[in-house]
């Protein structure tokens, strides 16, 4: 027997094989359709950037976890980008800037991280998503989630929710804090965990007045439906986060018409992309798995770091994430298989090879088991390879047998029902 390899892949990317990549394939076709009837075009990406002019659009988290080595044709730093959005906003600032706003743009692509191997996250990430670039006000950012309801349920999620969160309102409460920059992320690593207890011992040692505890010790319980903007309004005084509580509320009228009311969820002590982002956030999450298949918001001033100035907003869709996340349910959506495996026996083999022709013509998927085995091997292998039927062509017989993989169910069928393109599956 020969030597089998050991083969190891780098930490955190994967392989995914013939039925894995199928549902893949079907979540990128599914809402690539979603994304074409709301009017987005899709562009592109480089898979290379020069490091200095994609850092420009990176946050901290994601310019620390950046892969970059050096370029031999040009001595320059570059790099894998971690992110999609930055690389839209340059295109759009860079090479789209005398297009006429706004700008509806869609990709899919994969993005490598560094991330730490204790931690058990993707170090490649498969990401398709929309930017909208040009529009500011509510009806924007109530159209980012309501086309990421729409994509989930178009992909079969029937169980979920959008939690909503509002950069500009947590802005408010804690710009003009006493904090040095230790204090600063302490406290918004225990917001962040919803950890009150911690919180409420964190806030003993910082130099807060009374009024700002209470309104910081507030934030992890601002989370649930449509009552929570009142609460907000009672617990939050400052004028930058009550305007924040009213433009979000402008949203959740949108979203009303839309219909998409009962899979939102309101996070208002959310600090994810507190850096980064500029006003409403979101994330999109499926009953029973514990991470976000999507995230996304309001980031107005990202392309203004390539010289154009814009508002923008947009989501993204961890497409792994939603592969593990929907898997059963994609088993009945995704096709999984090829429609034929078409066996002949014989030595003259033209006429199964033009029959397989006729059934791709008519659009079916057709293989010809060339491989010289019996009918009952050939049957074994097509089931193993997710055929969907053994089609069995003898020789000098018009009936032809079909042989349903999945049962081993027969019937027959003629020569002349294919060729007259009546036959159907």
């Not at 076709?29 to 075009?41: K, P, Q």
């Not at 670039?133 to 994509?151: F, R």
């Not at 999450?285 to 010289?307: A, I, M, N, Q, W």
Request: aromatic share 8%.
């Amino acid at each position: 027997m020969p030597n089998i390899i050991e083969t190891r892949l780098p930490t955190g990317v994967k392989d995914f094989l013939p039925v894995k990549a199928a549902k893949l394939d079907y979540l990128q076709n599914t809402l690539r359709s979603i994304y074409r009837a709301w009017g987005f075009r899709p562009v592109a990406p480089a898979i290379l950037e020069d490091l200095a002019v994609l850092e420009l659009g990176l946050g901290s988290d994601l310019r620390a976890n950046t892969f970059r080595f050096d370029d031999r044709q040009t001595g320059r730093l570059v790099a894998f980008p971690p992110d999609i959005t930055p690389q839209v906003a340059r295109i759009a600032a860079t090479r789209m800037r005398d297009m006429p706003l706004p700008f509806r743009l869609c990709y899919n692509g994969r993005v490598l991280r560094h991330t730490e191997q204790r931690l058990g996250k993707d170090r490649e990430v498969f990401q398709s998503g929309v930017e909208l670039i040009g529009l500011s006000g509510p009806e924007a950012d109530a159209e980012m989630i309501a086309m990421a309801v729409k994509c989930l349920q178009s992909v079969g999620a029937t169980e979920f929710t959008i939690d909503i969160g509002q950069v500009e309102f947590l802005r408010g409460i804690l710009n003009d804090l006493p904090l040095d920059a230790s204090q600063a992320l302490a406290l918004r690593t225990a917001i962040t965990a919803k950890d009150l207890s911690g919180l409420q011992k964190l806030l003993k040692t910082l130099p807060l007045n009374d009024q700002q505890r209470t309104e910081l010790l507030a934030l992890p319980r601002l989370y649930g439906g449509r009552e929570t903007l009142d609460l907000a309004r009672k617990a939050i005084s400052n004028p930058a986060s009550q305007k924040a509580l009213d433009e979000l509320e402008k949203v959740l009228e949108v979203l009303t018409v839309y219909g998409v009311e009962e899979h939102i969820t309101l996070d208002l002590g959310e600090m994810r992309g507190f850096d980064y982002h500029s006003g409403l956030v979101f994330q999109g999450f499926l009953s029973g798995f514990g991470r976000d298949v999507c995230s996304g918001g309001r980031y107005d001033g990202l392309t203004e770091r390539y010289g154009f100035s814009s508002p923008a907003t947009g989501f993204a869709f961890n497409l792994y994430n939603l592969l593990f996340a929907l898997d059963r349910e994609l088993d009945e959506r995704a096709e999984e298989g090829t429609d034929f495996l078409l066996f002949s026996s014989g030595q003259d083999k033209a006429p199964a090879q033009r029959l397989a022709a006729t059934l791709r013509n008519q659009g079916f998927s057709v293989a010809r088991d060339i491989i010289e085995r019996d009918q009952t091997a050939s049957l074994d292998y097509a089931k193993r390879m997710h055929y969907r039927y053994l089609l069995v062509l003898k020789a000098s017989q018009e009936e032809l047998t079909l042989i349903r993989t999945a049962d081993g169910e027969s019937s027959s069928v003629t020569q002349d029902a294919i060729e007259s393109g009546q036959f159907k599956i």
